[in-house]
Nanobody, 118 residues
Framework: QVQLVESGGGLVQAGGSLRLSCAASGFIVSLATMGWYRQAPGKQRELVAAITSGGTTNYADSVKGRFTISRDNAKNSVYLQMNSLKPEDTAVYYC????????????WGQGTQVTVSS
């Protein structure tokens, strides 16, 4: 059974840091593109950061230089280190696993709330 379990969200003041974790089961994270998405109230879900099976990373322009995505193959987990947080980073953050080659899949976690106060 596939599961993505996020943790690490919370309330933080502007300028602070949080580290989100996504623990995966039922598949191997290094054989998929793992991404972090976020959705703020009234807005569409957007990609924040992703890491491919080959280790290539990409980031939304709004978080470049502040957020870092990483992967621990031994723990089958993905992380999002968020520094210099801004109130506009407030959203529900979702972990995503996507594989565009067979066996194809697209999985979502349940989300974790991040609130940045000014």
């Amino acid at each position: 059974q596939v599961q993505l379990v996020e943790s690490g969200g919370g309330l933080v003041q502007a300028g602070g840091s949080l580290r989100l974790s996504c623990a995966a089961s039922g598949f191997i994270v290094s054989l998929a593109t793992m991404g972090w998405y976020r959705q703020a109230p009234g807005k569409q879900r957007e990609l924040v950061a992703a890491i491919t099976s080959g280790g290539t990373t990409n980031y939304a322009d709004s978080v470049k230089g502040r957020f870092t995505i990483s992967r621990d193959n031994a723990k089958n987990s993905v992380y999002l280190q968020m520094n210099s947080l801004k109130p506009e980073d407030t959203a529900v953050y979702y972990c995503n696993a996507n594989r565009s080659w067979r066996p194809m899949f697209n999985y979502w976690g349940q989300g974790t709330q991040v609130t940045v106060s000014s």
